[in-house]
């Protein structure tokens, strides 16, 4: 979980509790403002909820790679190992 996911969660439980508020005492200002309060947390949770992902998504794309690294350095190494033997 990232600080996007968390302000974003604590923006839009912020604003359904003004908006809950506003509807309890009758002000429509305070319900409008609560209602964009919890459309911003809920935005900005779902771009933290795409960085996530997209970190996640970069880390399974490295994994392959990194053993495809290896493999090719235990391969460069048994070739150094052949040509000191074969000298």
């Known amino acids: 979980m990232n600080k996007d996911q968390i302000e974003g ?11 809950q508020a506003g509807e309890w005492t009758g002000s ?19 771009w933290g909820d795409a960085k996530e992902a997209g970190k996640q998504s970069v880390s399974k794309n490295r994994r392959p790679n990194e053993a495809v690294e290896d493999s090719n350095t235990e391969e460069k190494e048994e070739d150094v190992s052949r040509s000191r033997k074969a000298s």
């Open 28 to 46: 429509t200002e305070n319900q409008a403002h609560g209602a964009m309060k919890q459309v911003a947390g809920k935005v900005q949770n779902a």
């Open 9 to 19: 969660k604590v923006k839009d439980v912020a604003g359904r509790v003004e908006r």
